[in-house]
């Protein structure tokens, strides 16, 4: 069987890491695996990848617009002439569905949402607000006019469920990322025959050489941003626990738009235990070192480096802010800690009692090793084989 995979950017964030995973796990079962893609950085790609050898990637002939009828074209034309059977289209929405469908019409496409379904609504909320703490203007939008847009004529639900519903009525197989996801999209969107509708977890690598002792280290790994990870909550958490962290490091490692907000709270409230170690293509070392993952978003879809704190035998602790986290860390207190959304105090003092009990930590961390076996590759993998077969088995 010939599958292709679509990703705007590759590599790019935890969606491609999830299809160079499946992908390698594909291939050992006798599938052909494609890429298509607007820009390929093939240097960013892990040192033991084998993917640049194992896979065919087509670049898009048009680099300014990937929703644009050249690509679609290209898509379709290119999927016609390698006998693809399967397009599926990971994260990105493809406005252009509709085109590649009707170019080539038999061949079948899957999206899979990797996000909270939703959540461009939860976004969307969270801009607005940020926005109307810059100056009394926007404030003034926001109180007057957004604020009646978002609960009065749920202008922006009504837009998002509208987009959700026409993408899941043009695609041949909707995924996502549990069956709780699932289950949500069927009720909102009133979906009555949910035969397209599939739920696959990401996967997880296992770890080589797992680092048992670890550091007095509290780590964040993740984008810099405000709206979905709301890193200076986890700053605020730590400030709460001043006196009492002295022989305990935060370290931060990533990048973005909030790094400078971020270092600024950090000075503010005069915090001399933390640390922005930037961009890393290698977080295993942080891994190995850390013995707590601390997540503080107020809304995401599964969270890859909490799975990938649980393979790395690090505790990991979040915010309960979606069915996916609650998922990976649930049972509380045994797979990680579930921290009621968005309660500082809660989450500072549960913090603290982790740091507080080593014993505990290495009880929970024996915990999560175990569990990270089930988003192993080869359990996803004959996931997508079954979705494979599925679709195939509706023409």
């Known amino acids: 069987m010939n599958i292709a995979f679509f990703h705007e950017y590759f590599p790019k964030g935890g969606a491609e890491r999830v299809t160079l995973d499946i992908s390698e796990y594909l291939i050992t079962k006798g ?30 002939p048009d680099s300014t ?60 909320i969270e801009q607005k607000k940020a926005k109307s703490k810059r100056s009394i203007g926007k404030a003034l939008q926001y109180y007057l006019i957004d604020i009646h847009k978002i609960y009065t004529f749920k202008t922006y639900q009504k837009r998002i469920y509208k987009a959700y519903r026409q993408a899941y009525d043009l695609v ?29 977890n990401n996967s997880e690598k296992p770890v080589r050489n797992i680092v048992l002792n670890k550091q007095n280290i509290v780590l964040f790994v993740g984008r810099l941003t405000y709206a979905d ?47 922005f170690a930037g961009f890393s293509n290698n977080p295993k070392e942080y891994y190995d070192k850390a013995a707590i993952l601390c997540m503080t978003s107020v809304f995401e879809g599964w969270g890859l480096v909490l799975t990938e704190a649980q393979a790395n035998g690090v505790v990991p602790m979040a915010f309960g802010c979606s069915e996916g986290v609650k998922y990976i860390l649930s049972p509380h207190q045994i797979n990680g800690l579930i921290i009621p959304p968005f309660d500082k105090e809660i989450y500072a003092q549960n913090l603290l009692s982790l740091m507080n009990d080593k014993e505990k930590r290495l009880q929970i961390q024996k915990n999560i090793i175990e569990k990270s076996k089930s988003y192993l590759p080869e359990v996803v993998g004959a996931k997508w084989i079954e979705l494979f077969n599925a679709i195939l088995s509706q023409s």
């Open 31 to 60: 599938y052909t695996i494609f890429l298509f893609t607007r820009e390929y950085s093939p240097e960013k790609l892990p040192q033991d990848s084998s993917f640049s050898k194992n896979v065919n990637v087509f670049i898009l």
């Open 65 to 124: 617009n990937t929703d644009s009828y050249i690509n679609a074209r290209f898509i379709a034309e290119k999927s016609a002439e390698k006998n693809i059977n399967i397009l599926v289209i990971q994260a990105y929405l493809l406005k252009s569905i509709k085109d590649i469908k009707s170019i080539n019409p038999i061949l079948k496409i899957v999206y899979y949402n990797h996000g909270m379904p939703f959540w461009e609504i939860k976004n969307k």
């Open 172 to 200: 041949d197989g909707y995924v996502t990322l549990c069956d709780s996801y699932s289950q949500q999209i069927k009720k909102a969107l009133q979906i009555k025959d949910s035969h397209k509708l599939f739920a696959i």
């Open 229 to 275: 990870k709301r890193v200076d909550m986890l700053i605020d958490i730590w400030n709460l626990l001043k006196g009492k962290t002295n022989d305990w490091k935060l370290i931060i490692v990533g990048e973005g738009p909030e790094k400078e907000n971020l270092e600024a709270q950090v000075k503010k409230l005069n915090l001399t235990n933390v640390e």
